[in-house]
C-alpha cells in the first residue's frame, strides 16, 4: 500500500452536514458507515473516483462493504438524487464514475500541496548534487572516494529520517496512520474507543480468517460497537451534546477528556 493512502483530511463532524442527517434518518448508523468506506474506496483510486460502468460494479462494491447489492445500490442512487442540500447531493455520478465533490476538492489541495513540495525538493536537491560535482572535480582524486561516501550516507539519512517522520502504528499487523486512527475516535467518541481497538486486535489476532483492508474493518467494527452502546444506554443522561440517536458527543478537546473521566466514574 502506498504512503499516500493511509490517510486524508476529512471533516470531523461530517455526520452534522444537512445531507448527511436526511442519509441517517433512513440508512441510519449502517449508512454512515457505507458513506466512509466508498470515500475511503474512492481516495484510493488515481482519479479519487470510483468506476461504475461495468455491470457488475455495485456488486464488487457490495462484497468490499459486506453489502447486499440491490440495497447499496439503492443508497448510492439516494444519495446521489435524494439526499441534497442546495441542488447537490452527497455523491456525483455519470455513466461510467461515481465521486464526491468533497473529496476532490480536498484532495486537489492536497496533491497541489504535495506537487509544489516535489518540485522544491529537486531544485533542493539539484543545487546539493551540483555542488557536490562542483566540489569534486576541483578536489584531488584521492577525496574522491569519501566525497561519494558523504552523499551516499546523507542520502540513507535522509530516508531513515524520512521513514522514522511516518507517524505510523500497527493495527492486528497492518500499519495505520495515526492521524487516521485521531479522527476515528473523534467520530466515535460515544465509545470506550481504545477497549474497542485491542478487542479489535484480539479478533484479528486470535487466528482468524486474514484482514484484507484494516480500515474497513476497523471502521465497521466501530460501528456495531456504537449502536450496542446506544442500545445499552438509550437514556444516558449527560450535560454534553446530544446526537440523533441520543448518544454523547464532544465538540472539543477539553469536551472529550470530561467524557472520559465520567465514564470511567459511571464503570467503576
Excluded at 486537489?108 to 566540489?135: F, M, N, P, Y
Excluded at 449527560?238 to 464503570?267: I, P, Q, S, W
Aim: with cysteine; charged share 35%.
Amino acid at each position: 500500500m502506498s504512503k499516500d493512502a493511509y490517510y486524508f483530511s476529512h471533516d470531523a463532524n461530517a455526520r452534522n452536514d444537512p445531507k448527511i442527517i436526511q442519509m441517517l434518518s433512513v440508512y441510519k448508523a449502517e449508512g454512515y458507515g457505507w458513506y466512509w468506506m466508498l470515500i475511503e474506496m474512492m481516495r484510493e483510486q488515481e482519479n479519487y473516483r470510483l468506476s461504475i460502468k461495468s455491470k457488475y460494479a455495485v456488486n464488487a462494491y457490495a462484497r468490499e462493504l459486506d453489502a447486499d447489492a440491490e440495497r447499496l445500490q439503492q443508497y448510492i442512487d439516494d444519495c446521489v438524487n435524494e439526499f441534497t442540500c442546495d441542488g447537490k447531493g452527497i455523491f456525483d455520478k455519470n455513466d461510467e464514475y461515481l465521486w464526491s465533490e468533497s473529496l476532490l476538492r480536498r484532495m486537489k489541495i492536497k496533491d497541489g500541496i504535495a506537487e509544489k513540495a516535489r518540485q522544491a525538493a529537486l531544485i533542493r536537491w539539484g543545487k546539493v548534487e551540483d555542488e557536490a560535482e562542483t566540489s569534486e572535480s576541483i578536489a584531488p582524486a584521492s577525496n574522491k572516494d569519501a566525497s561519494a561516501m558523504q552523499r551516499k550516507e546523507r542520502k540513507e539519512r535522509k530516508e531513515k529520517e524520512t521513514k522514522e517522520n511516518k507517524d505510523t502504528t500497527t493495527i492486528a499487523g497492518h500499519e495505520v496512520e495515526a492521524n487516521w486512527l485521531i479522527d476515528l475516535n473523534q467520530e466515535f467518541v460515544e465509545i470506550d474507543f481504545y477497549q474497542e481497538l485491542k478487542k479489535f486486535e484480539d479478533y484479528w489476532t486470535g487466528g482468524r480468517r486474514k484482514l484484507k483492508n484494516v480500515r474497513l474493518a476497523l471502521r465497521k467494527w466501530m460501528i456495531k460497537a456504537m449502536e450496542f452502546f446506544k442500545e445499552k444506554h438509550p437514556g444516558t443522561d449527560t450535560k454534553f451534546t446530544k446526537g440523533k440517536y441520543g448518544h454523547m458527543v464532544a465538540t472539543t478537546t477539553a469536551d472529550l477528556e470530561r467524557l472520559r473521566t465520567e465514564r470511567a466514574r459511571r464503570n467503576q
